[in-house]
């Protein structure tokens, strides 16, 4: 069973920063992508950055130059730190990973934390 655990989401005023973390647990052979996803009230989920298993990032348009994702390979878990935020960056906010559990898995899954929440006061 594969888990992903997030943490570090809360209310900070607009200009502040917010750090969230995600770590994968469980049967993990296999990490490839690492990410973040967002989802506000009335929208669709977005992609907001993403970590491949060679450091490769992707980040939306909209927080380019704001926020940056990494990753501790050691320890399953990635990071989004989130600078000079706004009003628009208050959502959901989703970790996302790729994970084969197993050797014999051929593809890997996308496994979805719970979400956390992060609201950006004026």
């Known amino acids: 069973q594969v888990q992903l655990v997030e943490s570090g989401g809360g209310l900070v005023q607009a200009g502040g920063s917010l750090r969230l973390s995600c770590t994968a647990s469980g049967s993990i052979f296999n990490i490839n992508y690492m990410g973040w996803h967002r989802q506000a009230p009335g929208k669709q989920r977005e992609s907001v950055a993403a970590i491949s298993s060679g450091g490769s990032t992707n980040y939306a348009d909209s927080v380019k130059g704001r926020f940056t994702i990494s990753r501790d390979y050691a320890k399953n878990t990635v990071s989004l730190q989130m600078d000079s935020l706004r009003l628009e960056d208050t959502a959901v906010y989703y970790c996302?990973?790729?994970?084969?559990?197993?050797?014999?898995?051929?593809?890997?899954?996308?496994?979805w934390g719970q979400g956390t929440q992060v609201t950006v006061s004026s």
């Open positions: 996302a990973a790729d994970i084969r559990p197993y050797a014999y898995h051929y593809s890997p899954t996308r496994y």
